[in-house]
Every structure is written in C-alpha cells, then in structure tokens.
C-alpha cells in the first residue's frame, strides 16, 4: 500500500499535497469533488449519527488522456491539531484499502495505479456517521492523475477538496425545531403541506429535511401571518 507517503488529504498532519514535498507535479489541472447521498443519488451536506451514506470522490484531469488514478479520503471531526476520526468506510471496491496515519484512519488506493478513463475518475464507498452526534465532520479528500510511467514527475497532477457535513439532532419532530425559532408548524407529522406561523412577521430563510438529512425544500418566505411549505 501507500503507507510510506503518509496523509495528503489536508486532514490532520498533511506534511503535503500530492503536488509536493517529493511526490508529484504541482500546478493547477486536476479538479476532484466529494459528493455525500443518502438514496436514490439526493445529495446532503447533514448527517445523522449512526446513519450510513454513499461517499461519491469524482475527479477530472482536464485536457488529459490519462486513464490511471490514485486518492486519499480522510473523515474528521475537530479543527486543527485536535481534528479526530469521525465516521468508518466500508464497502471499499477492489484495489482500495485503508491505514492509519496521524491517528486518523485514510482511505486509498493501493500501491497500484487506480484505473478510470481517459482524464477522469469514479469511485464510491459506504460511510457511517459517529453513533452520536460530534458536531461538524469534515470530509477531505486529494485525488491524483498520473501518466503510469512508473515515477513521481511533473506530468503527475493533483487536486484537494473537502465538504463539511453538519449534524440532525434528535429528537427533530417538527414541533422541537418550530418552538426553537418561535414559529408555529402544523399538522405534525406532516405529509404534503406544511403550514408555519411565525411571533413575529418578517422574511425567513426555511430548510426543511428529512429525518434522512435529505432536503425536502429550501426557500426564502415572508411570514406575515401564516405561510405554507
């Protein structure tokens, strides 16, 4: 495996991009995103503790024919130095693997080469939240695009990213998140038409989720009265 070069992933200590510090290529060219679902390709930014979710690390070397790969995730809770692990993978697919550095657990191909198409790469795996909750939880991840000729060279270029994802407390029946904010919302439960009534008339930005995390509808309102979701 890859545990010689350590963590790449801009999580707790990164000692270096892939484009750096005697590795590959520096310079801009490839991008990389990481995209958190629930089901049925509905993409969150929130979890539930104890809840698993499909991890979605999709990268683009632009302009570029190469076909093979390499990657790092890293999943966290914390800032800084004190950044600790926060969720497990699993399901990882063939030629993925996973070790310890800086005491955080990282996600990455083996020592081979991952194999995508030409200038682009998919992979996906499960990730479960912590059991209870820890606050935001950081996802970082660095993806490389190499020319498969055997070494480290400039021709090699990387991209970082990372998305947070913000906790669903519960109890969240929609009465505890209204009496929060002063808002009235009724009928509870809920199945198509939310109705809210606000202490006091002015223009509110409203999320409303699923115990999922998945958004059900996000919109800016005036409430001067009662209102409907």
């Known amino acids: 495996t890859n545990m010689s070069?350590?963590?790449r992933t801009g999580a707790k200590g990164t000692t270096a991009t892939c484009g750096g510090g005697s590795c590959h290529g520096t310079g801009a060219g490839t991008t990389v995103s990481i995209t958190v679902d629930y089901a049925g390709g509905v993409p969150t930014t929130r979890y539930v503790p104890g809840m698993s979710y499909t991890v979605k690390i999709h990268g683009v070397r632009?302009?570029?024919?190469?076909t093979e790969f390499g990657f790092q995730f890293a999943s966290v809770s914390g800032t800084g130095s004190a950044q600790v692990q926060a969720g497990t993978a699993s399901a990882l697919p063939t030629g993925v693997a996973s070790h310890t550095a800086s005491s955080?657990?990282?996600i990455e191909h083996n020592s081979a080469p991952l194999v995508g198409t030409a200038g682009s790469y998919h992979v996906q795996f499960t990730w479960t939240a912590p059991s209870t909750a820890v606050g935001n939880i950081?996802?970082?991840t660095v993806l490389n695009a190499v020319s498969g000729e055997g070494s480290a060279d400039n021709t090699d270029?990387?991209?970082n990213t990372s998305v947070t994802l913000t906790p669903i407390l519960t109890p969240s029946s929609v009465a505890n998140l209204a009496n929060s904010i002063g808002v009235v919302a009724y009928p509870n439960p809920?199945?198509?038409i939310l109705n809210l009534q606000a202490e006091k008339a002015g223009v509110y930005n409203v999320h409303v989720y699923d115990l999922n995390g998945r958004t059900i509808s996000a919109e800016q309102m005036t409430?001067?009265?009662t209102a409907s979701v």
């Open 157 to 159: 270029l990387s991209g």
């Open 223 to 225: 409430i001067n009265g």
């Open 138 to 140: 950081t996802l970082y």
């Open 5 to 7: 070069i350590g963590n």
């Open 62 to 66: 632009t302009g570029s024919t190469f």
């Open 190 to 192: 809920v199945t198509n």
């Open 104 to 106: 955080l657990n990282i």
